[in-house]
C-alpha cells in the first residue's frame, strides 16, 4: 500500500508510544495445570471483572519476581507486549530446552499479530519436544486464524494424546460453527463446559460460543450472555464472540450492534473496537469507523488490519463519491448509485461504472423480484493493496471484489492487467450479490449467493457464455465435490489448494441447473425460503419438491453428462496444449496449428491464459491466412475469451472486412476490459462518428479528453468534430478554440472553425 499520513493517522503515530493496554483487555484463559499460582491467583481476580484488583496484582509480580518467566506472562496480562518481549528473551537465555517457555513466547507473536514469527517458535519447541501438546495446539491456532483445514489435523493430533483438553475442544468449536455446523460446535462444548465446571476454571469462553451457538439458531436473547455477567461484568467478548458469526454470515449490521454492546461492556476490548470500526466502514459509516479504529490502535499498535484500514480512510481524500440518479416512474423515485472512484479515474470510469450498474439492478429486480431499497455505493481501487484491506479477515473472498450489502468495493480496471481481469463481469458477479444478501437479510448461505453471482455472470453477464477453469476439471475427476448440504465448507476452510475456485464453480453451476430443471422462479423460491431462516436442506425441499440426497444425484448425473469427455481427455488437452505452446515458441506454424486445432476438438470452451484460440489465430496470420485468423478470434470472443491485444486485432479486422457494426460491438467489449487505453476510447469514437453516430462518439471522446492525452490538441478536435455533427456550433466553436490555442497551425481545426463562422 502507498504510504499516506493525513491529519488523523500523523496523531496516531505521535502517540503510539503511550499505547498499553489495560489488565486483560486480551488476555486468554489458561486452562493447563501448569500454570504458577503466582500467576493464577492474578487471573483469578481478571477473570472476574475485578480490573484494578488484576492489574495490582501483575504488577506486584513484575516488580518482585525474579523469574523472567513470570515477569513476561505479567507483562503481557498488563497488555506491555514490548516488555513481555524482552522478557521472553532473557528467559530463553537461562532456560533454552524449556519446549514451553517458547510456546508461551509463541502466543505473544500470535497475540499482536505476528503469525510467522509464532509459527517459528512453536516449531522450535517441537524441535525441543516433538510431543510438546500446547505448541500443536499453537499451530492449530494460526491455521484456523488462516481459515486453513490443516487446522483439524493439529486439533486431532492434540485430542488423540489428551481427550480432555479444553483449547483442543473450544477451537474445534469455533471450527465448527464457522462451518456451519452448529449441532457439531454444541456437541465440543457441551464436552469442554463439563470438564470446565469439574476443574473449576472460568466458563466465560464457553459461555461466549454457547450465546453464538444460540444466535447461529435464531436465539438472540441467550441465557448464556446473561450468565457471564453475572461471572464477569465486564466480559465484553460475551457480545465479541457472536458478532464474529455474524460476520462470517456477513451480517455485518447485526453484527455492529452486538460490537457496540462488547465496548460499552469492556471498553478496553481493542480487538471489539477494531472489529466494529471495519464493520462501520463496511456500512460507508466512515467518520465512526475512524473513531473506534483510533481507539483501537492506540489499545493494539500491532495489528496490521488497523492499521491498514486507518490507511485507507486517509486515502479516501483521493477520492471522489458521485451521485447518480436512476430513471423510475414509481413515486418515490429509485434509489440513487453512489460510486466512490479515485479522482484520476472517476471522469473515465463513471458512465461506464454506473451504466453497468443501473442495467444491472433492472436485470435482477425483474428476475429476483426484489427492488433496492438503499443507494447501492460501488467503489473501485486502483491500488489492489487497497482493496484487500476491504477484505481482511473474511474467509474465501476473491481477489477481485466483495459486497456488505449495499457496498461494493473492487480492484478498478487499472488494479490488474486486462487480460487476467474483466472488472465488467466482476461489478455484475458483485451486484447480485446485493440483491441475495439484501432479499434475505442477509441470511442466504454463502454457496447459494456466491452460485447465484456466478450463473448470472453466465447468463445475463457482459461475458458470454460458462467459464470453468481446468483446476475444476481436476477436481471432478478425483470426486471431489460436495453435496449441496456441506458446499459452505468449501468456501470457509478449504481442504486442497483449489477447493475455492472449485467452490465457486460448483455453486454456479448447481444454481445454473435450478434454474434449467425447476425454472428461474425457483431460485427465487429459494431466497424466499432463505429469507424465512431455512437452511440449504429445507430450502430445497420447500423450493424444489425433492430431498438434497437426491439432488446431488441428480446434479452429479448432469455435471457428468456435460462434462465427462472433458474430464476424460484432460491429459490429452493439456499435452496438445503444451505441443501447440512448443511449435509456436520454435515457430513451426502448421504444427502448432495442427496441435491446436487438436486441443480445441478436446476442449472448445477454454478461452483462460494459453488458449489455443490465440495460438490458432496466430498461426494462421504467420501462414497469411487472415481470413482463418479472423474466425478463430471470432470463436475465442463468443466463448468469453476477453485479451484486449486479440481483441483489437478481431476489431481492426472486421472493420477491414466492412463488418462496421460488429467491430463496435468488439470495442465496446473491451470496455469493460480496458476502460483506460486512449487509443480504445479514439478508436471507438472515430468508428462511431463515421457510422453516423455522434453522440456516442462524443461520450468516448469526452472520455479520452479527462485521460489528458499527449495530443490534447487532436482530442479536442475529434469532440469539436462530433460536437459539429450534432449541430452544437457552440461547443463545436469552444473545443475548436481550445485546440487551436494549443496548436495554433492546426490546418483542419482551421477549416471546421471557418466552416461554422461562414
Known amino acids: 500500500m502507498a504510504e499516506r499520513a493525513g491529519a488523523m493517522w500523523k496523531i496516531l503515530l505521535a502517540c503510539g508510544a503511550l499505547a498499553a493496554a489495560a489488565a486483560g483487555a486480551a488476555v486468554p484463559i489458561e486452562y493447563g495445570s501448569d500454570r504458577p499460582e503466582a500467576l493464577a491467583a492474578c487471573d483469578r481476580s481478571l477473570h472476574r471483572g475485578r480490573q484494578a484488583e488484576a492489574q495490582r496484582c501483575y504488577n506486584a509480580l513484575l516488580t518482585e519476581s525474579t523469574d523472567p518467566r513470570i515477569q513476561a506472562e505479567a507483562a503481557r496480562a498488563l497488555g506491555d507486549a514490548r516488555g513481555a518481549n524482552r522478557y521472553f528473551q532473557q528467559a530463553v537465555q537461562q532456560y533454552p530446552e524449556d519446549a514451553q517457555l517458547r510456546t508461551r513466547w509463541g502466543e505473544l507473536f500470535l497475540q499482536t499479530h505476528q503469525d510467522n514469527e509464532a509459527v517459528r517458535l512453536f516449531q522450535e519447541a517441537l524441535e525441543i519436544d516433538e510431543g510438546h501438546l500446547p505448541a500443536k495446539l499453537g499451530l492449530a491456532k494460526v491455521s484456523a486464524g488462516r481459515f486453513e483445514d490443516r487446522a483439524n489435523m493439529w486439533l486431532d493430533e492434540v485430542l488423540a494424546a489428551d481427550r480432555g483438553n479444553i483449547p483442543a ?18 456437541r465440543w462444548l457441551d464436552e469442554a463446559l463439563e470438564l470446565v465446571e469439574r476443574r473449576d476454571l472460568p466458563p466465560l469462553e464457553i459461555y461466549a460460543l454457547k450465546a453464538s451457538v444460540d444466535l447461529l439458531r435464531g436465539i438472540t436473547d441467550s441465557e448464556w450472555t446473561r450468565r457471564a455477567l453475572e461471572y464477569n461484568p465486564r466480559y465484553g467478548e460475551i457480545y465479541a464472540t457472536p458478532a464474529h458469526f455474524y460476520v ?111 442495467r444491472s439492478i433492472d436485470t435482477f429486480s425483474e428476475r429476483y423480484g426484489f427492488e433496492v431499497r ?103 475427476k478425483e470426486d471431489l465435490l460436495l453435496p449441496v448440504a456441506d458446499l459452505d465448507r468449501g468456501f470457509i476452510r478449504p481442504s486442497y489448494p483449489a477447493q475455492v475456485i472449485v467452490s465457486y464453480m460448483q455453486a454456479g453451476l448447481t444454481c445454473e441447473y435450478i434454474a434449467e430443471r425447476w425454472g428461474q422462479q425457483a431460485l427465487e423460491r429459494m431466497l424466499q425460503e432463505f429469507a424465512k431462516g431455512a437452511d440449504t436442506p429445507g430450502a430445497i425441499r420447500a423450493a424444489l419438491g425433492i430431498e438434497p440426497e437426491a439432488f446431488d444425484e ?125 487509443d480504445l476510447h479514439a478508436k471507438l469514437g472515430d468508428w462511431l462518428l463515421e457510422d453516423g453516430d455522434a453522440e456516442r462518439a462524443a461520450r468516448e471522446y469526452r472520455t479520452l479528453l479527462a485521460m489528458e492525452p499527449h495530443d490534447q490538441a487532436a482530442a479536442h478536435f475529434r469532440l469539436a468534430r462530433a460536437y459539429h455533427a450534432m449541430n452544437d456550433l457552440d461547443r463545436t466553436r469552444e473545443h475548436l478554440l481550445y485546440a487551436l490555442e494549443i496548436a495554433p497551425h492546426y490546418r483542419e481545426a482551421q477549416d471546421l472553425l471557418l466552416e461554422i463562422v461562414r
Open 374 to 476: 438503499q443507494p447501492v455505493v460501488v467503489e473501485l481501487y486502483p491500488e489492489h493493496d487497497d482493496f484487500a484491506v476491504r477484505t481482511s479477515g473474511l474467509p474465501g473472498i476473491g481477489l477481485l471484489g466483495v459486497t456488505f450489502g449495499y457496498l461494493v468495493a473492487m480492484d478498478s480496471p487499472s488494479g490488474r492487467s486486462g487480460s487476467e481481469f474483466h472488472w465488467g463481469t466482476t461489478l455484475w458477479h458483485e451486484m447480485a450479490h446485493v440483491f441475495t444478501l439484501e432479499a434475505t437479510n442477509h441470511l442466504v448461505p454463502r454457496w447459494f449467493s456466491e452460485g447465484v453471482s456466478v450463473h448470472e455472470e453466465w447468463a445475463t453477464g457482459p461475458l458470454p457464455g460458462r467459464h470453468l477453469p481446468v483446476p475444476f476439471f481436476e477436481a471432478l
Open 169 to 186: 475442544r473450544l477451537l474445534k468449536a469455533r471450527m465448527a460453527l464457522e462451518e456451519g455446523d452448529v449441532d457439531a460446535g454444541d
Open 554 to 678: 441428480a446434479f452429479e448425473e448432469r455435471v457428468k453428462t456435460l462434462f465427462g469427455s472433458i474430464v476424460e481427455n484432460l491429459e490429452p488437452w493439456q499435452n496438445a496444449q503444451r505441443r501447440a505452446h512448443e511449435a509456436a515458441s520454435e515457430r513451426r506454424w502448421e504444427d502448432a496449428l495442427r496441435a491446436a486445432d487438436e486441443a480445441l476438438a478436446l476442449f472448445p470452451d477454454y478461452v483462460d491464459e494459453g488458449s489455443a484460440y490465440l495460438i490458432k489465430a496466430r498461426a494462421n496470420i504467420e501462414l497469411g491466412r487472415s481470413a482463418q485468423a479472423t474466425a478463430a478470434l471470432a470463436e475465442y470472443r463468443r466463448r468469453g475469451g476477453h485479451d484486449p491485444e486479440a481483441l483489437m486485432r478481431l476489431a481492426d479486422a472486421l472493420r477491414a472486412g466492412e463488418d462496421r457494426a460488429e467491430a463496435v460491438a468488439v470495442l465496446e467489449d473491451l470496455l469493460l476490459v480496458a476502460p483506460l487505453d486512449q
Open 248 to 358: 462470517i454470515t456477513r451480517r455485518y449490521r447485526e453484527a455492529i450492534e452486538l460490537l457496540r454492546k462488547a465496548v460499552d461492556t469492556q471498553p478496553e476490548l481493542y480487538s471489539a473496537h477494531a472489529e466494529l470500526g471495519v464493520n462501520l466502514l463496511r456500512e460507508n459509516r466512515i467518520e465512526e469507523a475512524q473513531r473506534h479504529l483510533a481507539v483501537a490502535y492506540q489499545g493494539d499498535p500491532f495489528s496490521a488490519q488497523i492499521v491498514n484500514t486507518l490507511r485507507l480512510i486517509d486515502s479516501f481524500e483521493n477520492f471522489v463519491v458521485i451521485t447518480r440518479e436512476r430513471e423510475g416512474t414509481d413515486e418515490p423515485a429509485p434509489p440513487p448509485v453512489l460510486m466512490r472512484l479515485h479522482r484520476n479515474e472517476a471522469p473515465v470510469l463513471e458512465e461506464y461504472v454506473f451504466d453497468l450498474v443501473r
